[in-house]
């Protein structure tokens, strides 16, 4: 109830009432006994009046008038002389007297209370201002039982009064707090819930409705978002049959790619001099073509499969995948270079990984290649407390500006003639597949270098 919004707002406004009637609460039940105490001077005062008018009174009738008053003695004080007009016999002596002719606000609430709190009943002398004979004193002594008794019944209607005022108020702030909060925001959420189940139906955008600017201004917020959304989601959607039929334009170019190879092939040993020696332009160019439409569907194959780990020694991979560029030289001009602490093992799915250092050397060496000049690519391994970082450097031409533009994007920041631009793209999602990413460190006519940053702290299944 109280983690609700209506339950904690009544829950509130109780206390708060409450806490305001305390602040009532105090000064009126000091006023509360000072009024008592006065009424008791005037009542005192009146019988004494009935005495001085008729002097002779018998006892029977002083001790009635004493018991109407509900004190135990009534003295005037006239010119300093000191007047006893009714007396009887006290059951204790007096343990206090109390001055009501001229109180201040804090001596009769710290009077008040203190009543309050004391159980024992007392007798008690009151001073005052007698009300009919100006000038005249006025002292009377009395018991304190009545008047606590009538504070506490008093403090028990003030009490009980407040609990109905704050409930009331409470009942009629939630009543008004669940017609203008609380029903327009379950009124959003349901919308919201409505749209999360059919984020592409443009029906079930929200329509601002509420009567309360802030909640309006969120729903007109909400609403551009989900239109954002929606038409996101179905431009996402065209992307996917779009791709779907590339990839299935590319299943077919490549099978007739592959007979058109065949062919060609053949072409080479044509009588005719002017076919033989186009032939291998022929060969060359199919040969790309094919490779272009295997990329394409490699990478139409979406994403790819979540990483394998294992514990893999670094060295052999770096060796591997040198072993296998070094193959592919068509000169000695590359040097590869590989450096890494002894046995240095890093958690890794070695397949991807082995993938993702080929295609990065594969570039490096490509790149040299085309400068006819000699070159140098050193692979580096080494670790810091949290990451297993692979640096793959060359002396090589630098990237150039269009593949530099496009880093990392598929198809995009292909400058090479042959290349499909999707090998860095591949690499850096096999290692973000890890938890890990590519960088490029540094780049200019001298070389370039990429970091492959690996961390070793243990994937959840979800960052997989
Ligand atoms: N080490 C490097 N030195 C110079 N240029 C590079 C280097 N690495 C990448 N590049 C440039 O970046 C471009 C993109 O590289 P990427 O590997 O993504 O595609 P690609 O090599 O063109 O094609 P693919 O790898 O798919 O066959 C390359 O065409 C090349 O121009
Ligand atoms: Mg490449």
């Not at 005192?44 to 135990?72: G, P, R, W, Y």
């Not at 062919?263 to 272009?292: E, Q, Y």
Request: with cysteine; charged share 25%.
């Amino acid at each position: 109830m109280l983690k609700s919004l209506s339950g904690r707002f009544l829950f509130l406004t109780i206390v708060f009432v409450m806490l305001s009637e305390v602040l009532i609460f105090v000064p009126s039940i000091a006023q509360f006994r000072a009024d008592f105490l006065i009424m008791r001077i005037e009542r005192a005062q009146i019988a004494s009046l009935a005495l001085l008018a008729d002097d002779i009174i018998s006892t029977d009738l002083e001790k009635e008038l004493l018991e109407n008053a509900d004190v135990f003695n009534v003295v005037l004080r006239r010119d300093e002389s000191r007047e006893l007009i009714l007396s009887s016999d006290m059951p204790m002596p007096v343990s206090a007297t109390f001055d009501m002719r001229k109180p201040g606000a804090a001596v009769l609430i710290r009077d008040a209370l203190a009543r309050l709190i004391n159980p024992d009943t007392e007798i008690i002398r009151v001073i005052g201002y007698p009300k009919y004979q100006a000038g005249t004193l006025i002292e009377l002594t009395l018991s304190t039982a009545p008047l606590r008794e009538e504070m506490i019944a008093f403090g028990l209607r003030v009490l009980l009064f407040s609990a109905v005022i704050s409930i009331f108020t409470g009942m009629l702030l939630l009543l008004v707090l669940r017609q203008t909060i609380v029903l327009p925001i379950k009124r959003v959420v349901g919308q919201i819930q409505a749209y999360a189940h059919a984020p592409e139906d443009a029906r079930r955008i929200i329509s601002p409705a509420s009567g309360i600017s802030e909640l309006r201004e969120a729903e007109y917020a909400l609403k551009d978002m989900q239109s954002q959304l929606t038409s996101a989601l179905k431009q996402k959607e065209r992307l996917a049959q779009l791709g779907e039929a590339v990839a299935k334009i590319s299943h077919d170019l490549r099978n007739i790619l592959t007979t058109v190879q065949l062919f060609s092939d053949s072409l080479g040993s044509s009588a005719d001099p002017r076919v033989s020696r186009l032939a291998p332009k022929l060969v060359t160019n199919v040969a790309r073509a094919i490779s272009l439409t295997e990329g394409t569907l490699a990478f139409g194959k979406a994403e790819e499969p979540p990483p394998r780990l294992s514990y893999v020694q670094l060295g052999d991979i770096f060796e591997e995948v040198m072993e296998n560029e070094q193959g592919l030289c068509e000169s000695d001009d590359i040097t590869f270079k590989a450096d890494l602490p002894a046995g240095m093992v890093i958690r890794a799915d070695p397949e991807q990984l082995h993938r993702a250092i080929t295609n990065m050397v594969r570039n490096a060496r490509q790149a040299i290649e085309a400068t006819s000049k000699k070159g140098e690519i050193t692979l580096r391994g080494y670790e810091t407390d949290i990451d297993w970082l692979v640096d793959v450097s060359d002396s090589g031409p630098g990237l150039p500006e269009k593949a530099r533009r496009h880093l990392f994007r598929a198809f995009q920041g292909r400058v090479r003639t042959g290349g499909t631009g999707l090998g860095l793209a591949i690499s850096q999602e096999l290692i973000r597949g890890h938890g890990g990413v590519i960088e490029l460190l540094g780049s200019d006519e001298q070389g370039t270098c990429f970091r492959m940053r690996l961390p070793k702290g243990r994937l959840s299944d979800k960052e997989i």
